[in-house]
């Protein structure tokens, strides 16, 4: 087995960004305090090309983070090996300073649903999840982190508090966790709970990157309120309240802006990653 606590570096705990082609110019300008980007995996499974290139140019200046969508950590059948394998290629020739996936399922026989969809929490669940999680930790010889979703629905056989069920996967696997900051006050939303009571509950120890993002409100078949994780609009006041509050207790963490959709020019952008650089300055300061 390899051994996981040989290798977990960590990224710098201030702020970065989804990194999106279009801004290529103003990044390598390097004049934000942006100090690290995350891709995500399924867009540079290619060889070479353009992508290629300005990442490996990015990357001279920008520690990377991998964000994997399409493993399907969560799914009740084995794990795709080939899709494994293009990640073991995409880690070896970039080497990321961190890989990330999903606490959801995406695959059903050879069909890609394109959707994170929830798991019941329940110890059959535990049990594959650990498994594969296992499973890519030793394909891609290093530690992965685990993002907790966002949730629309519950499911009745669930026997877990989502906090509780991802400390123990955590505790299983070794791996670390993703705290996506947005997702928590989404489900919070939708399922009725506290958010910051879900941070108190988080095992914080384990958490090694924190994602804001922008969500929208729609409403469910009874006219009740519905928030959508959308990834296209600006970060919402109570999220960045949330955040504040998460890092009140959590102390300076890597922050990542998500805009992936309708994704706006790099000023609009950038105005978010000097707000998460504030939001780290304030609790650097003694005292």
Known sequence: MFDLARHHPNLPP??????????????????????????????????????????????????ISVHGVGLSIGGEEPLDIEHIQRLQKLTHWLQPVSFSEHLAWSTHGTEFLNDLLPVP???????????????VQEALKRSILLENPSSYLVFSQSTWAETDFLKEI?????????????????????????????????????????????????????????????????????????????????GPQPVLIEWDNEVPEWVVLDAEVHRVANALELISQPA
């Open 170 to 250: 955590s505790n299983r696997t070794g791996c670390y966790l993703l705290l996506d900051i947005n997702n928590v006050f989404v489900s919070a939303s939708n399922l009725g709970f506290s958010p910051t009571t879900y941070i108190d509950d988080f095992p914080l120890d384990r958490v090694r990157e924190l994602h804001v993002g922008g969500h929208e409100e729609d409403q469910d078949g009874y006219g009740e309120t519905l928030l959508i994780d959308s990834h296209k609009c600006a970060v919402s006041n109570p999220v960045w309240s949330l955040l504040d509050y998460t890092l009140a207790k959590t």
């Open 14 to 63: 201030l702020p970065g960004v989804g990194y999106k082609p279009v801004h290529f110019d103003e990044i390598m300008a390097r004049s934000s305090p942006l100090a690290w980007l995350e891709i995500h995996a399924e867009n540079y499974m290619g060889d070479g090309g353009r992508s290629h290139a300005q990442m490996r140019a990015l990357s001279e200046y920008y520690p």
């Open 121 to 135: 929490y329940t110890m059959q669940t535990l049990d594959r999840i650990t498994a594969h999680i296992d499973q």
